[in-house]
Every structure is written in C-alpha cells, then in structure tokens.
C-alpha cells in the first residue's frame, strides 16, 4: 500500500489522526462490555501479555533503534539513548507516584499516588490512562521526526507503531470496562469510562510531536524517553496484570505473539 501521499501533511496533524485512531481501538476494546459482563481470565491474561509483547517490540524497534541510528557518527552515540530510556521510566515513576489510581488486581486500599476519596471505578480508569501516555507521546514523537527527515521510510515507521499501538491498545480497553461493570457500573457507563482512559493519547501525541518538531536536537532523547516509559509501564503494570491467577503460561505466550507481530510488521514494512 502506498502511503507516501501522507509525507504532504503536517508531522502534528499525522500525529493527531494516528492517535485517535489509537483512541478509537480502546474504545472498541471497551466496548466489549454490551457483550460481556465478565471475561474470562485465561483469555484476559493472554491478552495483556499481547499488549505487553507489542509494546516491548515497539520500544525497541521503533524508538531506541532510530534514536541510535541517528547519533552513530556522534562522539557519544549511546547518550541520547540511554538518558532519553532513563529520563521515561522515571518521569513514569513519578507520575505514578503522584497521579491517584488502583490496579484491577489490588483493594481499593492498595490504592496508590497521592491518597484520595475518589472511588474504585475512578481509581482503575486512572491507571489505564497512566498506560497511554507514554504511547501517545511515542506515536507523536515519530510522527514529528518527519520535520528533520521527510522520509518515506520514517513515516511507514511511525504508521507501523500507530498501528501496533492500536492493537494492544484492544485489550486494554476490555481491561478497564469489564472491571468496572463487574463492579456495577452500568453497561454504558463503563463503555464510557473505558473509551474516556484513551483520550490522553491525541494529547500526548500532539504534545510529543509538537516538541520535537520545535526543538531538533529533541528527536534521539524524545525517542528514547517515550521506549523509556513504555517499558516502565509494561513491567510494573501491564506483565504482573497479565499474571493475575497464576497463569504465567499463557501471559508469556501472549507476550511472544505480540513481539513476534510487531517485530514483522517493523522490519517488513518499517
């Protein structure tokens, strides 16, 4: 498929429209709920480790690799890299220590970031939101490295990451409705919630497209940071989650299919 008519539009614009379509598989994944009240959790377990898979492959191949690539000839290569990978782990780090949320797996009094009152179906949207902000700024951040190097294959880079991203975003969506109808939310309000954790991403996104499309020498450490912060997130969130009930197995075999998956969608048509 040709999609080189896409270098035409602005970097931000791309970026924008890529995550909302991120934000439109979340909520399709959400939506899961007008059909089940529960889902099973073997299925569930395989699913995140899919996600989990995804979003290992996309860090590497699609953010830390060209953040590498791009300062070979430099005296120092491996610096952006390494404090760009650092730098989102801990700007995770932070944020979970400060944005109120609860993982599904843990009592309301396990809760963790700055203690509130809110209740435990605000509380599980939370932490799914806290997931898509580092997706959201990883699609935007590659969308914008088309203002330095107009290439086409850069966008098919950033095209493939959206487009992986919007896989395990699926799962995801499912992860937080389901609770929350379990929890006695209404079908729609749970819908509702579930779709509303996505909306971070087109923030996110315009927000890391714009920075690096105002600041050049931005691009190798925004790329880093957001790998960064997508592997904090898989390994203190989404791998324990997926882990839920002992069924380790099929978590990791949910894990390899999703880097599998999003290691051939790169390499064949990154």
Same mark, same amino acid.
Not at 157 to 174: C, D, K, R, S, Y
Not at 180 to 188: F, K, M
């Given at each position: ?21 991120? /934000? ?31 979003? %290992?492959?996309?860090?590497? /191949?699609? *953010? ?13 290569? /491996? ?12 700007? %995770? ?24 009152? /809110? ?18 700024? &990883?699609?935007?951040?590659?969308? $914008? ?27 995801? $969506? ?32 315009? *927000? $890391? ?19 960064? &912060? ?8 989404? %791998? ?31």
């Amino acid at each position: 498929m040709n999609i080189s008519w896409l270098l035409e539009y602005n970097p931000i614009f791309l970026a924008f429209m890529a995550t909302l379509f991120t /934000w439109g598989v979340t909520a399709l994944g959400a939506s899961l709920v007008f059909f089940f009240k529960t889902i099973n959790r073997r299925v569930l377990n395989l699913m995140l480790g899919f996600a989990a898979g995804v979003m %290992i492959a996309a860090s590497y /191949w699609s *953010l830390l690799a060209p953040a590498i690539e791009m300062e070979k000839d430099s005296q120092y290569p /491996w610096l952006p890299a390494v404090t760009g990978f650092l730098a989102g782990g801990a700007f %995770i780090l932070l944020i979970d220590k400060i944005l109120p949320h609860l993982h599904s797996r843990l009592p309301i009094d396990k809760s963790e970031g700055i203690k509130t009152t /809110w209740d435990r179906s605000i509380l599980l949207v939370l932490a799914i939101t806290l997931h898509n902000i580092p997706e959201g700024l &990883a699609i935007g951040v590659a969308f $914008g490295a088309l203002t330095h190097n107009p290439d086409l294959g850069v966008l098919t880079g950033a095209v493939v990451l959206a487009i992986g991203i919007g896989l395990q975003n699926f799962p995801e $969506g499912t992860a937080v409705s389901v609770p929350l109808r379990r929890e006695g939310l209404s079908r729609r309000k749970a819908f509702f919630y579930g779709q509303l954790s996505g909306m971070v991403e087109p923030l996110a996104g315009v *927000l $890391g497209a714009y920075l690096v499309v105002t600041i050049t020498p931005l691009l190798p450490y925004a790329l880093s940071f957001a790998a960064g &912060a997508m592997i904090f997130v898989v390994v203190e969130e989404l %791998i324990p989650e997926s882990q839920t009930g002992g069924e380790t197995d099929l978590s990791s075999i949910g894990v390899m299919i999703g880097f599998a998956l999003m290691m051939l969608l790169d390499v064949a048509l990154g």
